[in-house]
């Protein structure tokens, strides 16, 4: 990974998911905020040189930065890219109850819209198989609950510092260029035919 420098390690105890916070609930203009502080930070460049590390070929026509920004190739750190995945997945749920109408991510066709959140749902399945948290989390006795029992999700966890990750990208944001007559990468456009979605 082209940061390793930044990571850092900490201890995080999970809060009680059940509580409200500023990213639950309905939307509202200051929840829609708070997520984009999450995860819309732009590109990094990729030294061209290190691509092996990645596992990439040479041979591949990468879009490359500017050279007085590196010169390299424009990549996305893949922690943000499931931020936004699941970002998306929130505001599609959400859709018929917040007016979404100026965001770009929603201004394409309804089966390119559908493709989109369903890429996004099997992006945040991948990254949490990958991840495979087995941190256990705990059932209490809870005599008023329905069930006799409730659980405890504040576990306590190893965790990448995420501002130091966010502060990386922002202080190494390169320009995303798109060429002249495409579209911006996150509205890949498909046959209606290629791809049919039930509602």
């Known amino acids: 990974a082209p940061l390793r420098e930044a990571i850092e390690y900490e201890w995080v105890q999970f809060p009680d998911d059940f509580v409200p916070d500023q990213y639950s609930g309905y939307p ?3 929840s829609e905020d708070e997520w984009a502080k999450l995860w819309d930070f ?3 460049n990729v030294p061209y040189e290190n691509l ?3 596992n ?3 041979d591949m026509p990468w879009q490359r930065t500017d050279p007085d920004e590196g010169g390299g190739v424009v990549g996305f750190l893949e922690v943000f890219h499931v931020i936004h995945c699941l970002d998306m997945v929130r ?3 959400y859709r018929d109850e917040y007016d979404y109408s100026a965001n770009p991510l929603f201004d394409a066709p309804d089966h390119v819209v559908w493709r ?3 890429h996004c749902i099997n992006t945040i399945r991948i990254s949490l198989q990958c991840t495979s948290d087995v941190t256990p989390y ?3 006795l809870a005599p ?3 069930a006799g029992l409730d659980a405890d999700f504040r576990t306590l966890h190893t965790c990448r510092n995420f501002d130091k990750i966010r502060d990386w990208n922002r202080e190494h944001k390169t320009t995303l260029h798109i060429p002249e007559g495409h579209e911006h990468p996150f509205h890949k456009d498909m046959d209606l035919e290629q791809y049919q979605h039930s509602s």
């Open 56 to 58: 990439k070929s040479t």
């Open 91 to 93: 505001q599609f749920i």
């Open 144 to 146: 008023e609950k329905p």
């Open 52 to 54: 092996h590390l990645l």
């Open 42 to 44: 732009g590109e990094i």
């Open 138 to 140: 705990l059932q209490f």
């Open 116 to 118: 989109h959140v369903d």
């Open 28 to 30: 509202t203009q200051e």
